[in-house]
Structures are given as structure tokens and as C-alpha cells.
């Protein structure tokens, strides 16, 4: 049938996965719709950047400690989610990837989604104190603030 169209966005869509119950349903969430849309999903995995905690009276400043062990599969840490994520993938028989980088969850989901030009990023949420979401522990509402494109926040 020619002049066919479709209402579906055909970019990839990436997942911020950190092997939570919450991340585990948006992964989920995402490989169904992937199927259906026949788009790639790219898993992404972020390890903070450890920091140091020095003594409140040392006039020296907060200062971030050595990374952690790493090499080009991620840090040691990590790659038990990993290889979880790519597992769940290739079972899934869903066109994908998983990566990982260094930093903010927020800051590098929206990074990777903007380089990758997503139709949707795909986040589960969890419960946080009042103290975390002042603080800025809340991902997936840091992502729907700052996105350029749709945000799928799986419960």
C-alpha cells in the first residue's frame, strides 16, 4: 500500500536502567513497545561519580575520590546490571544496546537521548523522601522536566 503512514515515532528508545524493580518494568515496558514499533532500544546504565567526605572543619573542599575500577565493558560495580540488561534484551530478540557512562542519571539519559535523536525515553520512579526530591534524588522527574521528547515513567 503506497502513502502509508504511521502515528508511531520510529526513533530509538532509551531506557535508564539501574536493575531497580522500577527500572526492571520500564525495561519491560520498553521491549513491548519496541516490538511493536519495531524501533531499537538502547539501555544505558550510569555509575555516580563516587565523592569524598572530609571533615566539615578542614577548609579544603569537597573533592571527588578516584574513580572505581573500570575498563571499556564499565566499572566492576555495574556490570552485573549490565549484563542483565543485554540478557534481557537478546531474550526478548529486541534490536538494542547497553551502555553506560559516568555522572548524573538525569544529565546522561537526557544526553544519550538527545545524541541518539529518541522518540522516548523510557524511566521507572520509586518512592523518595522529601529530603531526596530537594535534593535532586528523583530521576524520572528530573527527566520529565528537562526532555525535549516524550518520557514514559513506568510504575
Not at 39 to 46: A, F, K, M, Q
Amino acid at each position: 500500500m503506497t502513502g502509508e503512514t504511521t502515528d508511531k515515532p520510529t526513533g530509538p528508545l532509551v531506557v535508564g536502567f539501574d536493575g531497580r524493580d522500577e527500572s526492571e518494568k520500564a525495561l519491560d515496558w520498553a521491549i513491548a513497545e519496541a516490538t511493536e514499533r519495531r524501533v531499537r532500544v538502547i539501555v544505558l546504565v550510569v555509575a555516580q561519580i563516587p565523592v569524598d567526605t572530609v571533615n566539615a572543619l578542614d577548609p579544603s573542599p569537597i573533592g571527588f575520590s578516584t574513580f572505581p575500577v573500570a575498563t571499556a565493558e564499565g566499572p566492576l560495580e555495574i556490570r552485573p546490571i549490565l549484563e542483565h540488561a543485554r540478557q534481557k534484551l537478546a531474550d526478548a530478540g529486541v534490536d538494542g544496546s547497553v551502555t553506560w557512562s559516568y555522572g548524573s542519571p538525569a544529565g546522561e539519559i537526557l544526553r544519550l537521548a538527545d545524541e541518539e535523536d529518541a522518540s522516548t525515553i523510557v524511566v521507572g520512579t520509586h518512592h523518595h523522601s522529601a529530603l531526596a526530591r530537594l535534593l535532586g534524588g528523583d530521576v524520572a522527574t528530573s527527566v520529565v522536566r528537562a526532555a525535549h521528547r516524550d518520557v514514559v515513567v513506568a510504575r
